[in-house]
Nanobody, 123 residues
Framework: LQLAESGGGTVQAGGSLRLSCVAS????????MNWFRQTPGKDQQYVAA????????LYIPSVEGRFTISRDNAKNTVYLQMNSLKPEDTAVYFC?????????????????WGEGTPVTVSS
């Protein structure tokens, strides 16, 4: 499985961006999907998770209410809508997938990763 992120860029604080992650196979409905982010010198941080059906989501507290993860399995695509962006959201954002037969969300143990898309939020 290959994952390709897009939609990153530079935005002013308070602005919005929508990230997309397209999977190379049409079996995306067998994967739970996550977004992670990483800043220089820090570990990757889980940001948002969605189960394989799109019926359950989970977020870190700092993005709850501002970010929305969603998926369109017919388009092999997962999204991250980011609103009310803050300078501390600046990072490279990665899409990741975990093969599963369950309907739960996961925050770790990902099997596949994209190469990332950079997001810069200026103050």
């Amino acid at each position: 499985l290959q994952l390709a992120e897009s939609g990153g860029g530079t935005v002013q604080a308070g602005g919005s961006l929508r990230l997309s992650c397209v999977a190379s196979e049409d079996t995306i409905n067998t994967f739970a999907m996550n977004w992670f982010r990483q800043t220089p010198g820090k570990d990757q941080q889980y940001v948002a998770a969605i189960n394989r059906y799109g019926t359950s989501t989970l977020y870190i507290p700092s993005v709850e209410g501002r970010f929305t993860i969603s998926r369109d399995n017919a388009k092999n695509t997962v999204y991250l809508q980011m609103n009310s962006l803050k300078p501390e959201d600046t990072a490279v954002y990665f899409c990741a997938a975990r093969k599963t037969i369950s309907d739960r969300v996961f925050i770790d143990g990902m099997d596949y990763w994209g190469e990332g898309t950079p997001v810069t939020v200026s103050s």
